[in-house]
């Protein structure tokens, strides 16, 4: 079973301060036949990497995730280790076990994907507040905080 999006995020702290110094250049959604496709385009490293976020059931908190970007972190260090859990396909990688860069084999997230992830968190708080007015004024705020990051 894939890992949730909530889990992702939570395996992943430890990149949330890096991801602020990165920049989201272009942000897309789609609908697809196994749930909502977040695409994106994040800046701030040597090149624009092209990274994507398929949530299963974008309503639902414990939603499974499905990840992928073009960035050699992801490829070298997060890739096979998230295949095994079956949130992500080795599609860069040779699907061998990254025995000198993970070798704990630690499921995470690489910095461009953390920042995609927050965004959506975001998006997907904004849905939520949306469609339950009476509580806007409590998780404006929160929302808020998320931005500022």
Do not use: W
């Not at 697809?32 to 994106?40: D, F, N, V």
């Not at 975001?122 to 905080?145: E, G, Y």
């Amino acid at each position: 079973m894939a890992l949730t999006f909530k889990q992702l995020l939570a395996l992943s702290s430890d990149q949330i301060s890096k991801a602020s110094r990165y920049r989201v250049s272009s942000f897309g959604t789609g609908m697809r036949a196994k749930g909502t496709l977040y695409t994106a385009v994040v800046e701030g490293g040597s090149k624009p990497r092209r990274c994507s976020i398929l949530l299963t059931d974008p309503g639902d908190k414990d939603t499974q995730a499905f990840v992928g970007c073009n960035c050699d972190y992801f490829k070298y260090h997060c890739e096979t280790a998230l295949a095994a859990r079956g949130t992500a396909q080795p599609l860069r990688s040779d699907g061998s076990m990254p025995v000198k860069r993970n070798p704990s084999f630690r499921p995470h997230l690489c910095v461009h994907l953390v920042k995609l992830a927050t965004l959506v968190a975001v998006k997907r708080l904004q849905q939520r507040i949306n469609k339950k007015p009476a509580t806007k004024q409590k998780t404006s705020s929160r929302i808020r905080s998320l931005t500022k990051r």
